[in-house]
């Protein structure tokens, strides 16, 4: 190219600023999505791959149910291609900080696995060792490793945690169903740095049996933490497989062989370990449980001791100041009720006392009387006795003197002898001569005796009358002497009861004495006790609450020691019997937490990098074809200037070409730069919300750069050579001069003449610039309707994308059950008699189960050689209940099906894959041959591939009943209740309780399964978000150029109305009319085509076990519309400042 030529093509570049620009821009962005999106997959695995080869990630995991001996690991590494071992321990546990317990983000308490190291290894390959025995490298992100057994390196993301860990912080771990006691050496360890290990890619952290099922954390301590003599698991590398990449075929297989030579040995190193571990533990547990027995009884009765007297103490110190008060009083009323007492013997005292000196002063006055008037007495009791004597003689003489009268007036009566001779003897006593009348005769007796009778009756009555008188003065004189001997006789009780009041008073003065001396000793007493019970008080309220807790703490110290006596021994027992089913698991690197998960990643990438980036790539260069084509036909005048001047059309068509591939150069670097490293970096930026990785590698790919540099400039440069060659075909004077227009046509609406009269003049005008030039037309509605087309299909997979988790696990979904449980002993028969499903029923949290026999089998077409796809065969045990639990519909057609025995239903994308159809067969790999199974349906199904069987058709057809392994449960209504921390809670307490009952394995609830997917699922919206900012950046650049293309080639044109009085707002109304029409029209073809690429993009980005959805949201619709719609508005008001500075004069100059 000559110097002037070459001056004539830098021009051409200041002429059409914005159109190199916009071909710059244009290309950039095409070769950028197409080339960054392209390598983000290749960089994602490359990058993996070189973090697992650089800390030597174990191929092989193995784990025994029986742990593993150091004679299983000899074994292992005796396998043929086993290149190393790594054997370690670990636990699972809870963990406390600050004696808290440390809680997981769902809610439940945070379970960490921790695992041995050598921490020697760590700190060789630290300063460059590379040793092969070192698997799973750590990287130390902060502090140190450990040098002591108390000491530990931790996690490096607390992305699962809600407590924060900081080094120096102590944390202790807490077993759960295990007796760390027996397992390691210290529960108590020092946070002394923080590490990553390619163990766990993913935030995830795998599955436990503790806990509520779900692994949070890990830390790594010293192998001599742990006291067992056996090994967990065991870390194997295989040789050769580091020349493999991790998610490729190749690697899968080479690894394969050996885990099924591992698997093959582990049959002989089980029975031999479990011949081992029964000789040893048989013997144990049956001393073991008699020891617990002696202690357990020994801590009770000195549990209940001390517990008496911490309830005592509590009592007192809760109501002791009551009671304190209430004896106190009780104390005081009965020291009060003994002093009123004293006082009242006091006063009896005084009273008796002055009593006894009344009494004295009475008696002495009264003895003197007495002694002065006894003479007198004496005198009177002498006479009185006289008297009396007298009075008794003379009585006795009136008696006999009444006998005699008496006698006499009976023979004076009777005159007898008998009457005689009494009264004879009568006389004789009296004293009477009585010997004359017995010689009387009786009748001259009679006559003596009647005469004497009147003088005898006169003496008798003169006697009585003195003896009256006598008694009477007697009686008068006996009263006397009478009073006056009860005088002296009260006068001696008086000095009697004087000497007993004395006595009385003496004694009673002693006991006032001692009652005086006995009261102070009691109230000395009471106030000793009051003070006492007071500091007894103080102290009690002091250690009331020290107290409990310090029961609590011994209570809890003895208790756990019983109980991790007691779990060791049920782990014994638990041990001995799975002896029987004792198993090796050989785990590969795809069944790590977030291995497969990162491996769909990259699959996603890979697959969309092979649709989206290819049609933006396309629009992007049928754009820049365009753009340089209209440019030749622009620059006509230049054409025939150069070939008239004598420049051949070689170097004419060189400017151009030139031109083309200077601005494809600069957009390709542009782009090559912004591709390979700006879309990876923040495709993998987003993946990084879930995965735990290295900066990804970014190397420069040279294939998809050429591929793409080559394709865009050879588009574009072939676009400018056949212009040219077209336009240089024309003679110079002809290409000098303007083109002439295209004859005018009517345009097809004039023919619709009740339309096209209806229409303004305007609206008549914009329609018949439309058809005038229809390539123009076709090349606005093309680049308008391929971005919209790409903005629509973005959108759509983000809908297709994000509607997996829905319409899988969401309301209507197709998997209605609220969580699965996988039971480690498999319910043969019986169903109802099951001991699991009891518990589960029984279970309030828990509404419905459903008992299912669940295997993971390759299948496909019967027919030869159909592809093979790994499966899970579903068998409920009650094919009525099934509704409740899933929904088995055709989505195509609506058609619900019931599970029958006469064929099997299958998944939508398993029988797309396999090409089935409904009354087809498919073929089941067992290990035992090949089965075939009609096919009765299909059904819709998001994720995984399933073939539902029922339980007849699966006994008839593999020859055995199904074994039920699986439980489908539905939570009651209340675990849907309050808030959503509330549910996440209730759910995690749900599965810690299922996983502490005996039979069952894991549980894996609903909400976990969305979480998981929603993982993989959100990162891909946001990668998708990248391809719609790209796809609306390339909206933007392209409309902006088709508009500045279409500006230029009007400039005549456009200053002809201006200079007809055409305003600014007008000339630019004339352009928008026709811009508006044009985006509408390409958004309208846009949306359609936007729908078969969406439908075409979903079936190639969709991974192996995911289907996605095949709708586009009526949002997504609108929004792509939107965004296409707000560029061109975006483009018309930069478009009205063009028009504004558009100059008439220089526009309507005569070309020639």
Not at 13 to 35: D, E, M, N, P, Q
Not at 850 to 867: C, H, K, N, R, T
Request: glycine share 8%; charged share 25%; with cysteine.
């Amino acid at each position: 190219m000559s110097k002037a030529l070459f001056r004539e093509f830098l021009r051409s570049i200041r002429r059409t600023i914005k159109r190199y620009l916009a071909i710059i821009a244009i290309t950039g962005l095409g070769i950028s999505v197409f080339t960054g999106v392209r390598a983000t997959g290749p960089d994602m695995e490359a990058t993996a791959d070189r973090y697992f080869n650089d800390n030597n990630l174990m191929d092989i995991r193995v784990v025994s149910t029986i742990g593993l001996a150091g004679e299983d690991i000899d074994t292992i590494l005796a396998v043929d291609s086993v290149e190393a071992v790594m054997p370690s321990k670990f636990v699972d546990t809870f963990v406390e900080k600050d004696g808290a317990e440390a809680v997981g983000v769902e809610g439940a308490a945070l379970v960490c696995r921790a695992m041995s190291l050598d921490f020697g290894l760590a700190r060789e390959a630290s300063a460059g060792a590379d040793d092969s025995a070192y698997m799973n490298r750590l990287h130390l992100t902060e502090g140190r490793y450990p040098d002591k057994p108390g000491e530990c390196v931790l996690d490096s993301s607390e992305i699962n945690s809600t407590t924060t860990f900081e080094i120096g912080d102590k944390i202790k771990l807490k077993g759960d169903g295990e007796n760390l006691g027996s397992i390691l050496t210290t529960d108590v360890f020092t946070i002394v740095g923080k590490v990553e290990t390619p163990l766990f890619v993913s935030y995830e952290r795998g599955t436990t049996l503790a806990g509520g099922g779900k692994l949070g954390s890990f830390i790594y301590i010293p192998e001599g933490a742990f006291k067992t003599d056996y090994y967990s698991e065991v870390y194997v590398t295989v040789k050769g497989a580091d020349a493999f990449g991790t998610f490729t075929r190749e690697y899968t297989e080479h690894i394969k062989g050996a885990a099924d030579r591992i698997q093959a040995v582990s049959a002989d190193a089980v029975s031999r370990r479990a011949v081992l571990l029964a000789a040893e533990y048989t013997p144990k547990i049956e001393q073991g449980e008699k020891d617990y027995a002696a202690k357990k009884a020994e801590v009770d009765a000195a549990l209940a001791k001390a517990q008496e007297k911490v309830d005592q103490i509590i009592y007192y110190a809760k109501n002791g100041e009551a009671e304190l008060a209430k004896k106190t009083a009780e104390g005081q009323a009965m020291l009060d009720a003994a002093r009123a007492k004293l006082d009242a013997a006091k006063e009896e005292y005084n009273t008796g006392l002055a009593r006894y000196n009344e009494g004295i002063v009475q008696y002495n006055e009264g003895k003197a009387k007495a002694d002065a008037g006894r003479p007198q007495y004496e005198a009177a009791v002498a006479q009185l006795n006289e008297a009396a004597q007298d009075i008794s003689d003379a009585q006795e003489r009136i008696n006999r003197q009444q006998a005699l009268v008496d006698s006499a007036e009976n023979f004076v009566n009777s005159a007898d002898e008998a009457t005689l001779a009494t009264l004879i003897a009568n006389l004789s006593a009296a004293g009477y001569e009585t010997s004359f009348l017995e010689s009387l005769p009786l009748s001259e007796v009679k006559a003596v005796i009647s005469a004497s009778l009147v003088q005898y009756r006169r003496v008798l009555s003169n006697a009585q009358e003195k003896l009256a008188a006598g008694i009477a003065e007697y009686e008068a004189n006996k009263k006397k002497v009478d009073a006056a001997t009860a005088e002296y006789e009260r006068l001696d009780a008086a000095k009697a009861e004087l000497e007993n009041a004395k006595e009385r008073l003496s004694q009673a003065k002693i006991d006032i004495a001692l009652g005086e001396a006995q009261f102070q000793v009691k109230q000395a007493e009471f106030e000793f006790k009051i003070k006492d019970a007071q500091r007894d008080l103080n102290l009690a309220v002091a250690n009331a609450d020290t107290a409990q807790a310090e029961f609590d703490k011994k209570k809890a110290e003895a208790l756990a020691g019983l109980a991790a006596a007691r779990l060791d021994l049920d782990n014994g027992k638990k041990l001995l019997a799975s002896l029987d089913t004792a198993s090796w698991y050989v785990l590969k690197r795809s069944d790590l937490p977030g291995n497969a998960d990162y491996s769909i990643a990259v699959e996603n990438m890979d697959a969309i990098s092979g649709v989206f980036p290819v049609f933006f790539f396309f629009i992007a260069a049928a754009v820049c074809l365009t753009t340089m084509t209209r440019m030749v036909e622009e620059e006509r005048l230049q054409l025939g200037t150069l070939k008239a001047l004598g420049y051949t059309s070689r170097a004419i068509v060189s400017k151009y070409i030139f031109y083309a591939l200077s601005a494809t150069a600069f957009g390709a670097a542009e782009g090559l730069i912004l591709g390979f490293r700006l879309f990876p970096r923040a495709i993998f930026d987003v993946y990084s919300i879930i995965f735990n990785m290295p900066p990804i590698l970014l190397p420069f790919r040279i294939g998809d750069a050429v591929l793409g540099t080559l394709l865009i400039s050879a588009t574009v440069a072939a676009a400018a050579f056949l212009a040219c060659r077209k336009e240089l075909l024309t003679h110079p004077a002809q290409l000098m001069r303007v083109k002439s227009p295209k004859p005018g046509r009517k345009v097809w609406l004039e023919r619709i003449g009740f339309v096209w009269n209806r229409m303004s003049f305007t609206s008549k005008v914009t329609v018949r610039n439309l058809f005038r030039d229809k390539k123009r037309m076709a090349v606005t509605v093309f680049g308008i309707a391929g971005c919209t087309a790409l903005l629509l299909s973005a959108f759509g997979l983000n809908d297709s994308v994000g509607g997996v988790v829905e319409k899988q696990f969401g309301a209507g979904g197709v998997s209605l059950f609220d969580g699965q449980i996988a039971l480690s002993q498999p319910i043969d028969a019986g169903i109802e008699n099951s001991e699991v499903l009891g518990l589960l029923k029984s279970d309030v949290r828990i509404k419905q189960t459903l008992p299912v026999f669940y295997q993971s089998l390759d299948a496909g077409s019967a027919s030869e050689g159909s592809e093979r796809m790994n499966a899970g065969i579903v068998v409920p045990a009650d094919t009525s209940t099934v509704s409740a639990f899933m929904r088995l519909e055709n989505r195509k057609t609506g058609e619900k099906y019931q599970l029958g025995d006469d064929g099997v239903l299958v998944t939508e994308k398993f029988a797309a894959k396999t090409s089935v159809a409904p009354g087809g067969e498919i073929a089941v790999d067992t290990p035992a041959g090949t089965v075939k199974l009609k096919v009765a349906g299909i059904v819709e199904n998001y994720t995984f591939h399933y073939i539902y069987i029922s339980s007849a058709l699966y006994e008839k057809a593999f020859g055995a009943p199904p074994r039920y392994n699986l439980v489908m449960a539905n939570l009651a209504d209340s675990m849907n209740a309050g808030s959503a921390a509330d549910r996440k809670k209730a759910a995690a307490d749900l599965s810690r309780d299922l996983m502490n009952m005996d039979g069952i394995m894991a549980v894996t609830l609903t909400d976990q399964l969305i979480e998981s997917f929603g993982n993989i699922t959100g990162s891909l919206n946001d990668v998708v978000f990248i391809f719609i900012l790209a796809a609306g950046a390339l909206a933007f650049v392209v409309l902006y150029n088709l508009n500045n293309i279409n500006i230029n080639e009007r400039k005549r044109e456009l200053a002809t109305i201006k200079v007809l009085g055409f305003y600014d707002r007008e000339v630019s109304s004339y352009i928008y009319r026709e811009n508006v029409f044009l985006t509408l029209l390409g958004i309208a073809i846009g949306i359609a085509a936007g729908i078969f690429l969406h439908r075409y993009m979903v079936a190639v980005a969709e991974v192996n076990i995911v289907m996605f959805g095949r709708e586009i949201k009526p949002l997504s619709y609108a929004l792509a519309c939107a965004i296409t719609l707000f560029f061109a508005l975006i483009v018309n008001l930069l478009m009205h400042r063009s028009l504004k500075k558009l100059s008439m004069v220089e526009s309507l100059k005569v070309s020639e």
